[in-house]
């Protein structure tokens, strides 16, 4: 498909699945596979950018990642901390806005920080966003969404009053959902912002997903039709 002909989604949503199965494939830890995932984070971003795309969405750890070894859950907050060192000279150079949704509390402090001291300094960026799930579930950002409605003292509440609450109140609904490895279903990543998305689903696995695998989901949404409920 040319790329004159494609339909450029406003905001797609990455599931980065399968990087334990790369690694094991390869007879390495499963934490290798986390550090060739984070690697093509950049690529896939930058791609994203220049095909037009405006928002990224990443599921970079979830509420229900807890579970998992010790050692693992320490790693990926290792890596995304040293994705973000290595990446904020691309955020500032390239204009692009970093949202984290998802409760930073509970994540090494270390990495909080340089969390909210990105946020700070890409806050005025209006073209790009990057958006990145850190201990996210949308469960438990629609569940915050309607606690903080109750603090604010509403008695009844409006699809608007609970989308201004949600992490990603200043960023559209994803249209595009990708998930690699196979696996297919949304395991709690953005469920309200997903309502209308089209979901793509790839048996790539998250370590082999490069641009041109990125060019075959866009070229796949460009076909669909999207009617939003209507005919
Ligand atoms: C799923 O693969 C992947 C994750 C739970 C973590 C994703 C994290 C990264 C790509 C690295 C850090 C993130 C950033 C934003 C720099 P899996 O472990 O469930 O793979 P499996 O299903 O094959 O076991």
């Given at each position: ?19 334990g199965?790369?690694a094991k494939?390869?007879g390495m830890p499963r934490n290798y596979g ?38 693992e ?159």
């Amino acid at each position: 498909m040319a790329e004159s002909e494609l339909v450029v989604p406003r905001h797609v949503g990455f599931i980065m699945d399968g990087n334990g199965r790369w690694a094991k494939k390869r007879g390495m830890p499963r934490n290798y596979g986390h550090d060739k995932g984070a690697d093509v984070i950049e690529e896939v971003v930058g791609a994203c950018r220049d095909l037009g795309v405006k928002t990224v969405s990443l599921y970079a750890f979830s509420t229900e990642n807890w579970s998992r070894p010790k050692d693992e859950v320490d790693k990926i907050f290792e890596l995304l901390h040293k994705f973000l060192k290595r990446y904020t000279h691309k955020l500032i150079r390239d204009k692009i806005r970093l949202i984290i949704s998802g409760d930073l509390e509970a994540i090494p402090e270390d990495l909080k920080n340089e969390c909210l001291s990105l946020i700070e300094r890409t806050k005025d960026f209006p073209e790009f966003s990057l958006n990145i799930a850190i201990n996210y579930g949308s469960r438990a950002e629609i569940v915050r969404a309607v606690n903080r409605l109750i603090d604010g003292h509403f008695t009844s509440v409006t699809e608007k009053d609970i989308e201004r609450e949600l992490y990603t109140s200043t960023i559209p609904d994803i249209d595009l959902v990708v998930r690699t490895s196979g696996e297919q279903r949304l395991s709690n990543f953005f469920m309200w912002q997903c309502a209308y998305a089209e979901l793509y689903f790839t048996d790539v696995l998250w370590p082999d997903f490069h641009k041109e695998e990125l060019k075959k989901a866009i070229e796949w949404f460009s076909g669909r039709k999207r009617r939003f409920g209507g005919i």
